[in-house]
């Protein structure tokens, strides 16, 4: 048997046994329906890195439900009915220097970023609610200029002298540069049977602080200081069987129905772990085959130290056949440890194993992805963190340091330091995606800034 053909054989055989096993768990969780959420919130919480937190203002916070509530966004369980407003106004400013360590190369420039979020929340989780998120920002110095060329750019039409007055209209030909970013908007109706959930929202199913790759709907934004989330326009139906495990359906709203991701994640507990299981049909890449197969596993527990873990399999398919030759596997692990709730650890690993040269699902596409955080918390008003995001293969990465103070009520102020080079976050590769359009994967950049924030 050939080199090529073993290796269709196993990745098959693999696939196979995590169809089988997806239908074992499925079964047998479906038998653990005696805990309660109460206990699910409680074991759904991390020891690990929660980057809100320490970026964030602790008069913000919002409380937790479980995994019961599709969004799991605001606890409603005191609020009869009306609509209530909150948000958070930040003001960055930074220097940034390009190729830090050459001389013959190194440039610099500042950056000035203002926004506005304004969250919105009203109904009663009893019955039904509406959510929703929007941030107004406003760009100055290179990062506006970067951002505009970034947005006339896809204005491009087959009249240049069109696109570059339609440019121009909407963004203007030079100073700072205002954007609108709708984060969610969505409905929920609760009904004895299932929560249904419509609109653009946050599906987040990873245990892994930034690799995830259970995570189809959600990516981390490695960009923003507070690695926030994306959101999808989806339909999202959640079953519960008993007190502990549910269904939990969803399927975005794409351009067409082929290009929609659609499936199902069964999540439960048994013996101390939390678990989830899930199976989707990824049909971003409809254009060209007849979409991926994606079958996930994850897990969460705790003895002594916090262990999370997460399995996904891509199997895409052809004519209605799965080709077993681009198969893709994508394992991680973490561990996270606080220590008198003062210290908090959080290590993962993400691999990639590629049987062709389809890429990974996700942010990270490279075969080898460390991240690292050690954050420290000596009072109520003051955070240090330092954390990393590595190619060891390759030498690639980003280090970020924060020191944060709480200088009012509700106000907090962040020094930070990032320290990036090359193209470590999975962005188009030409070594990973022929498609793409080349980057400069040797790129270092150095920035310095502070942050001053106030919730409201």
Known sequence: MTGSAAMKTLAFKISVILLLFVNLAIVAGAEETASIFTETASSEASSSFDAFSFFGNSDDEVSATPESAPEGGADFSHQVSGLVFTG????????????PLDSSARSG????????????TGGDRNEAKIEASEIVNMFYGDVAEEARDDLAA???????????????LLLGSSGPLTTIDLKKLYLSVYTLRADVSVGRMIVNYGRGTVFSPVDLFSGVDTSD??????????????????????????????????QSIAGGRFFGHSAGWDYGISAFRDGRDASDNDGDLVVGLDLKGDIELGISAEALARLPFDAGTPDTSEVVYSLMAGLDYSLKGEWFFDLEYLWNIRAGQTYPIGGFRHDHNLFAS???KPDELT?????????????????????SRSVAKGTSLLGFVVYSHGN????????????????NSDAAALSLG?????AY
């Open 225 to 258: 200081l507070a690695l926030g989330r994306t959101g999808n326009d989806a339909l999202r139906v959640l079953f519960s069987f008993g007190n502990f495990s549910g269904l939990d359906l969803v399927a975005t709203i794409a351009d067409s129905p082929e």
């Open 88 to 99: 958070e106004a930040t003001t960055d400013l930074s220097c940034s220097i390009t190729e």
């Open 450 to 454: 502070a942050r001053l924030s106030v």
């Open 424 to 439: 470590f976050n999975g962005s188009p590769d030409p070594a990973l995606d022929s498609d793409s359009v080349p980057v």
């Open 154 to 168: 896809a204005l491009v039409s087959d009249i240049p002298t069109a696109s570059d007055r339609v440019a121009a």
């Open 383 to 403: 955070a240090l963190d330092v954390r990393a995001i590595a190619v060891p293969s390759e030498a690639l990465g980003q280090v970020t340091l924060g020191a």
């Open 374 to 376: 050690l954050s420290w």
């Open 109 to 120: 420039g500042y950056n000035g970023a203002s926004s506005l979020r304004l969250d919105a």
